[in-house]
T-cell receptor
């Protein structure tokens, strides 16, 4: 089974609208971390937001928030007030306590913001 | 503060040649990761070091690939001999520690083309 599943290969959103990028994960660990990264066309990987499995509140960083539903094993990224510069690939990732604590990445979602 | 530094940014070489990719992690970070990104396979972890010691190299494709970390501020990934299927973007990332809460910060990547 995939450890990280991003079911939306591509999405469009109108500028200034909010958008949700889906991410589900699979782990038997009780303690783990979830991350979102942005990869614009220039290629660099930019860290956006982190959620710990024991965090009771959803993480927020500016226009980014993480909708964490532990029972459903989902960690969706919400981008509010989309901007043209948000057009990029977005990767969800998980770090588990087992397996040398290495990070597993999803296949990514390509977001395009329409003016 | 300087982020993760990688060199070269682009490398074009011919099949059979040796290729060396270089990485300088963020100062003070104890963990270093090498990833490979391709369209077909996404982002794959090749190897990771903790305190300069290789911890998990199960992602290294074959004996043609080798990685070293002689000190806390420098790592190399070497491919010898290179093959066209090695063409990819190679990322180096570092994190403060190897715990589940520790965010990995990525370098800009090296785009390798093997002709």
């Amino acid at each position: 089974a995939q450890k990280i599943t991003q079911t939306q290969p591509g999405m469009f959103v109108q500028e200034k609208e909010a958008v949700t990028l889906d991410c589900t994960y699979d782990t038997s660990d009780q303690s783990y971390g979830l991350f979102w990264y942005k990869q614009p066309s220039s290629g660099e990987m930019i860290f956006l937001i982190y959620q710990g499995s024991y965090d009771e509140q959803n993480a927020t960083e500016g226009r980014y928030s993480l909708n964490f539903q532990k029972a459903r094993k989902s960690a969706n990224l919400v981008i509010s007030a989309s901007q043209l510069g948000d057009s990029a690939m977005y990767f969800c990732a998980m770090r588990e306590t087992g397996g040398y604590q290495k990070v597993t990445f999803g296949t990514g979602t390509k977001l395009q913001v329409i003016p | 503060d300087a982020g993760v530094i990688q060199s070269p940014r682009h490398e074009v070489t011919e099949m059979g040649q040796e290729v060396t990719l270089r990485c300088k992690p963020i100062s003070g970070h104890n963990s270093l990761f090498w990833y490979r990104q391709t369209m077909m396979r996404g982002l794959e972890l090749l190897i990771y070091f903790n305190n300069n010691v290789p911890i998990d190299d199960s992602g290294m494709p074959e004996d043609r690939f080798s990685a070293k970390m002689p000190n806390a501020s420098f790592s190399t990934l070497k491919i010898q001999p290179s093959e066209p299927r090695d063409s990819a973007v190679y990322f180096c990332a570092s994190s403060l520690l190897a715990g589940i809460t520790d965010t990995q910060y990525f370098g800009p990547g090296t785009r390798l083309t093997v002709l």
